[in-house]
């Protein structure tokens, strides 16, 4: 049995150790907000996009306006009216070629902010290990070190021989 004197050293030990667990923490938190890319947006130039669409079936109207296109999209013109009988080949609709090149470089720009996020997480996670395997090795030598005082203290008051 550990004294009391050894208990309460182990009791302070595991207490600060919590306390630096949570400093630390805090720390890596702070760190890891900074680190943050910073990214600045420039306006694209203009340029022409033609995409032409090809297919065969039969279009059924589902609403009154039977077209759509995928949201932020701009149709420049459209080439068929209510009613209209249609043919293999027809064209229906023109896109508006800076909607269209929109729509791709927002996307780009999320999936290039999305890979920043995920290379932050990556080295994140790597500190955290590092760190994490720092504290333990801190927790475990003080453990033992605090199994041997105990074991020393024991030792002076019954003059036994004791081995740690």
């Not at 630390?24 to 996009?49: C, D, E, F, K, N």
């Not at 669409?53 to 306006?65: P, R």
Request: with cysteine.
């Amino acid at each position: 049995m550990l004294s009391k004197l050894t208990k309460n050293k182990c009791a302070k030990i595991l207490a600060g150790f919590m306390v630096f667990m949570f400093a630390m923490t805090v720390i890596s938190r702070g760190a890891a907000s900074m680190t943050v890319a910073q990214v600045a947006a420039i306006h694209p130039g203009t340029r022409s996009l033609e995409t032409i669409v090809t297919g065969e079936g039969t279009m059924e109207q589902q609403t009154e306006n039977g077209f759509w296109t995928l949201a932020g999209l701009v149709l420049e013109k459209v080439y068929v009216q209510k009613g209209q009988k249609l043919r293999k080949g027809d064209v229906l609709a023109k896109v508006q070629a800076k909607s269209l090149e929109e729509k791709i470089q927002t996307l780009q720009k999320e999936i290039r902010g999305l890979e920043l996020q995920s290379e932050e997480a990556q080295d994140t996670i790597r500190r955290n290990r590092q760190e994490n395997h720092q504290l333990h090795l801190f927790f475990y030598r003080n453990c033992l070190a605090c199994a041997q005082a105990g074991a020393h203290l024991k030792h002076v008051h019954n003059d036994s021989p004791v081995t740690p």
